[in-house]
């Protein structure tokens, strides 16, 4: 176990739903990502919530929405999505989003992601 | 920004070493890490680098970096059957805390 743990693990949805992935980590973490990833192609940075506040949104359409009720929980809301939103969204945390360079980094740890397949 | 470029597939033997090679364009890139991912699941830490240093050593893993080519090499000895995943490099930059990652090399290894 991670200690990032994310719901479902798989999802087919339809373009005209709407669906909720869930992210939960036990780490004592501030800070909570996510990412997209697509098949040959870089992981894509798409939010970012430090101490429970959103501090990047990486020009996401909107049909993509996030939620971080608590520094434990994130969730990423979805509507009317278009196929080529299928992915793996990926969840993860950190210690300290800001104080990086202060304390020594040592990398984010990930959940297991949720397949997501628009049909 | 930041981009990170790794070669997409690498093949070896069951026995042989691995090394996956990585560039990255952003000088100040404080830390690099290596991540790994098996099928079905998330990414997973494997091993990083400061970017004060010149080479790690953990078990079977060596990693070199050459800060002059900004070049990061991640070199598996005796690798296994095990070890086929696809390796992503990362590079955290200035003071938000931000990853980068390449597109991720999968590696085969082969009996």
């Known amino acids: 176990e991670t200690g990032v743990t994310q719901t479902p693990r798989h999802l087919v949805m339809g373009m005209t739903n709407k669906k909720s992935l869930k992210c939960e980590q036990h780490?004592?973490?501030?800070?909570m990502y996510w990412y997209k990833q697509s098949a040959k192609k870089p992981l894509e940075l798409m939010f970012v919530y430090s101490l429970e506040e959103r501090v990047e949104n990486n020009s996401v359409p909107s049909r993509f929405s996030p939620e971080c009720p608590n520094s434990s929980h994130l969730f990423l809301h979805l509507h009317t999505l278009q196929p080529e939103d299928s992915a793996l969204y990926l969840c993860?945390?950190?210690?300290?989003?800001?104080?990086?360079?202060?304390?020594?980094?040592?990398?984010?740890?990930f959940g297991s992601g949720t397949r997501l397949t628009v049909v | 920004g930041e981009d990170v470029e790794q070669s997409l597939f690498l093949s070896v033997r069951e026995g042989d070493s691995s090394v996956i090679n990585c560039t990255y364009t952003?000088?100040?890139?404080?830390?690099l890490y290596w991540y790994k991912q098996e099928p079905g699941a998330g990414l997973q830490l494997l091993t990083y680098?400061?970017?004060?240093?010149d080479m790690k050593q953990d078990q079977r893993l060596t990693v070199l970096l050459n800060k002059k080519d900004k070049h990061l090499s991640l070199r598996i000895a005796d690798t296994q059957t095990g070890d086929s995943a696809i390796y992503f490099c990362a590079g955290l930059t200035g003071t938000a805390s931000k990853l980068t990652f390449g597109t991720g090399t999968r590696l085969q290894v082969t009996l």
């Open positions: 780490l004592g973490h501030n800070a």
């Open positions: 952003d000088s100040s890139s404080t830390y």
């Open positions: 680098i400061f970017s004060n240093m």
């Open positions: 993860a945390s950190s210690q300290d989003h800001f104080k990086t360079i202060m304390t020594g980094n040592y990398g984010y740890t």
